[in-house]
């Protein structure tokens, strides 16, 4: 076993297929250039000693104490992760944990789960755990779930493993399975922040979780996964409820016309697929802002951009955007000046295109 592991887990981005993933559909996502760096050691002793680069801030704390940390709760992302592969039965010892991260923090961009994949992987390898990489992505789920008390799907986690360089990852989130889709060399992801933070540890994410369990509820199934949009149309359910049912059973059948469109090269099919689904969230799921509809619409009239919409939980955070890499630049400034004109706010660009997922660097 290394005494010493240095790991990196990007950070992803959803492309088609919003608030499917607790519904048990389908997600087509992609790891993005960005992440976390984990540098870690075995230590002697014990105990996790976790340090940020990224906010100054380091908690020592012993492994037969493994509690949530009130003062500092950044570090119940790597602490909650270690609990997990305890409690799951696999054997570690002491480690430190140095994070560093070029991933800006609550962008929707997943540094989260960014910082728990990374954390698991370095303690996979100290410690030369047996552990598969879907079962390393749900076990990091469920420390974001029970231990630092975010109810998020495990798209984030399983997009930061899963990762290829130039390809889409196609999650099915009822067989837990997962294929990637090639993605033209010549497009590139443009992500633009709206300047306005996600709050998903506010209620509206688990508001919507909600809804959707009680459209399941009323509708006789296990999961969305099990009904049609046409079936939702025709039911009889209230209208936010039915509304919110259209949004994911809709998305699903965009997942899955989207990897069609893919494979048979037709970006500008795929592109008014990613548009529709901002309508959707828009109209029917209602986790879009201003903001996030001013980038869509500015993307929409902009020439060399095939599609457009909201990524992520919603109620702020980015926009993806499938565009020619080739005008990448000349896009860039038509839409920031035009965003800034328009709503007075200035909005982050980053430019990527699909990257490989976590791994070890040294
Ligand atoms: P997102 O996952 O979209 O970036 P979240 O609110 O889910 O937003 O997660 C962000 C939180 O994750 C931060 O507030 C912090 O607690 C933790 N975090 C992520 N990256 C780091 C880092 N490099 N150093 C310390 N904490 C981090
Ligand atoms: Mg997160």
Same mark, same amino acid.
């Given at each position: 076993m290394p005494d010493t592991v240095t790991t990196f887990a990007p950070g992803r981005v959803e492309i088609l297929g919003n608030h499917t993933d607790y519904n048990l559909g389908f997600v087509l996502s992609a790891a993005i250039h960005l992440g976390v760096t984990v540098r870690s050691n075995r230590l002697s002793k014990n105990i996790l000693e976790i340090s940020s680069q990224t906010n100054q801030r380091s908690v020592t704390i012993r492994l037969d104490e493994l509690q949530p940390c009130v003062d500092e709760a950044w570090a119940n992302y790597p602490i909650g992760v270690i609990k997990v592969l305890l409690e799951a039965g696999f054997q570690l010892g002491g480690m430190d944990i140095r994070i560093s991260s070029d991933l800006p923090l609550g962008? @929707? *961009?997943s540094s989260s789960a960014a910082l728990e994949v990374a954390t698991a992987l370095a303690a996979k390898v100290l410690f030369n755990l047996d552990i598969e990489m879907m079962q390393l992505a749900q076990l990091c789920q469920k420390a974001e779930n029970e231990f630092v008390g975010v109810q998020s799907g495990l798209l984030d986690q399983a997009s930061s493993v899963f990762g290829r360089v130039h390809r889409l990852i196609l999650l099915d989130f009822l067989a837990i399975k997962v294929e990637t889709v090639s993605l033209p060399t010549n497009v590139s992801l443009l992500l633009l922040n709206s300047g306005v933070p996600h709050? *998903?540890?506010? @209620?509206e994410y688990n508001e919507r979780r909600k809804q959707c369990l009680l459209a399941a509820k009323s509708l006789g199934v296990?999961? *969305?996964?099990? /009904?049609t949009p046409a079936l939702v149309k025709s039911a009889d359910l209230d209208d936010v409820i039915r509304r919110r049912a259209l949004h994911i059973t809709e998305e699903n059948e965009r997942v899955v016309q989207g990897v069609d469109a893919l494979r048979s090269g037709n970006l500008a099919l795929f592109g008014a697929l990613m548009f529709a689904s901002h309508e959707s969230s828009r109209t029917n799921f209602e986790n879009s802002t201003a903001h996030l509809d001013t980038l869509v619409e500015l993307a929409k009239r902009t020439?060399? /951009?095939f599609g457009s919409r909201l990524t992520g939980g919603g109620f702020g955070g980015s926009t993806v955007s499938l565009i020619d890499s080739a005008q990448a630049d000349e896009i860039i400034r038509t839409i920031s000046r035009e965003y800034r004109s328009i709503v007075g706010a200035t909005c982050y660009p980053i430019l990527t295109t699909p990257s490989e997922g976590a791994r070890v660097l040294a």
């Open positions: 962008a @929707g *961009l709050e *998903l540890t506010g @209620g296990a999961s *969305l996964r099990d /009904v020439p060399g /951009v």
